[in-house]
Structure formats: structure tokens, C-alpha cells
């Protein structure tokens, strides 16, 4: 049994906060800050992270670089 056990996920996306520059999944309200994101305008910049990790991947990527979750 040499094969390893392959944890499966997901890509997740997060968005960075205004307020405080953290990031959160797409939410309305940001769970760092409390800050309410409801009417915000500006551009908001996202970024993909496995969700096992939370290591920043690329959006495309097969499987986490860190902890070797295959995305799905
Ligand atoms: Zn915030
Ligand atoms: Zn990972």
C-alpha cells in the first residue's frame, strides 16, 4: 500500500476587505473587521486558497502545492 491518501477539496475564492485589507470568503460582512461590505463600489480584489490550507493557490491549479489536496 504505497498510495498515499489523497484528501480532496476545493478551490475556495476569497475577496479582501476594504476595511481592514484581510481576506474573507464573499460575504457581506467582513469576519475580521465586522465591517459591513454591502454597498462598497470600489474593485474588489480576490484570491483563490486551497480550502484545506488556506495556501494561496493558482485558480486553475490540479492540487494544493502545500498540503496536497486534490481540488475537484
Ligand atoms: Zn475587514
Ligand atoms: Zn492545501
Do not use: W, Y
Amino acid at each position: 500500500m504505497a498510495e498515499q491518501d489523497r484528501k480532496e477539496g476545493f478551490i475556495e475564492e476569497l475577496v479582501e476587505c476594504h476595511f481592514c485589507a484581510g481576506f474573507i470568503p464573499d460575504e457581506f460582512k467582513c469576519i475580521l473587521c465586522g465591517e459591513d461590505l454591502l454597498d462598497t463600489e470600489m474593485t474588489t480584489r480576490t484570491k483563490t486558497v486551497c480550502s484545506n490550507c488556506r495556501t494561496d493557490v493558482n485558480e486553475d491549479a490540479e492540487e494544493c502545492l502545500n498540503c496536497g489536496t486534490a481540488f475537484t
